[in-house]
T-cell receptor, first 114, second 112 residues
Framework: AAGVIQSPRHLIKEKRETATLKCYPI?????VYWYQQGPGQDPQFLIS???????DKGSIPDRFSAQQFSDYHSELNMSSLELGDSALYFC?????????????FGQGTRLTVV | QQQVKQSPQSLIVQKGGISIINCAYE??????FPWYQQFPGKGPALLIA?????SEKKEGRFTISFNKSAKQFSLHIMDSQPGDSATYFC???????????FGAGTRLAVHP
């Protein structure tokens, strides 16, 4: 069965650079969530989209922005990168816009800022 | 402040034993409680989930017990195996909400 696809899997950037993370949800899923997970930490919710509209916002820095496109894939854009942005970034998808339905996670993008 | 409190932080169990992980919450608006399993470098994978209208749900070796009045829920892994060694996260969300709120995680090690 198709899963959530994230790219790239690994990314190394320098401070103050920009990064773009991509997420391709499971086919027919219309809802995408982004989470940030620091080393040894639990995933922290950043932002979500339902039917291409932002549906909820968490602890996402103003330097980050995201959108969901017409084919339901999503991109997380990160600018002015800081060392503290180094983390695993997960995308999850579900159907119907509610978090209380099954959400499936991708393999994540490991971002390292040097 | 952690909205979902998870314990223990780490757990060592012998093969064949029972692993028990506990979570507690305060927000009574939560109405969906999933458990995720995560291996190093991988994304969280949904194990089992429960809603407040039932007190227990079992899927294979995994059981969720839910106590609505105490605002607590727990994961029991029966006949624990070395392959179960992973980090387990409880989570909660609400019907009107759109995000999962995770517990801090429990690192489980099952020794042969």
């Amino acid at each position: 069965a198709a899963g959530v696809i994230q790219s790239p899997r690994h990314l190394i950037k320098e401070k103050r650079e920009t990064a773009t993370l991509k997420c391709y949800p499971i086919p027919r899923h219309d809802t995408v969530y982004w989470y940030q997970q620091g080393p040894g930490q639990d995933p922290q919710f950043l932002i979500s989209f339902y039917e291409k509209m932002q549906s909820d916002k968490g602890s996402i820095p103003d330097r980050f922005s995201a959108q969901q496109f017409s084919d339901y894939h999503s991109e997380l854009n990160m600018s002015s990168l800081e060392l503290g942005d180094s983390a695993l970034y997960f995308c999850a998808s579900s159907w119907g816009g509610q978090a209380n339905t099954e959400a499936f996670f991708g393999q994540g993008t490991r971002l390292t800022v040097v | 402040q952690q909205q979902v409190k998870q314990s223990p932080q780490s757990l060592i169990v012998q093969k064949g034993g029972i692993s028990i992980i506990n979570c507690a919450y305060e927000n009574t608006a939560f109405d969906y409680f999933p458990w995720y399993q995560q291996f190093p470098g991988k994304g969280p994978a949904l194990l089992i989930a429960i809603r407040p209208d039932v007190s227990e749900k079992k899927e294979g070796r995994f059981t969720i017990s839910f106590n609505k009045s105490a605002k607590q829920f727990s994961l029991h892994i029966m006949d624990s195996q070395p392959g179960d060694s992973a980090t387990y996260f409880c989570a909660a969300s609400m019907d009107s909400g759109n995000k999962l709120i995770f517990g801090a995680g429990t690192r489980l090690a099952v020794h042969p």
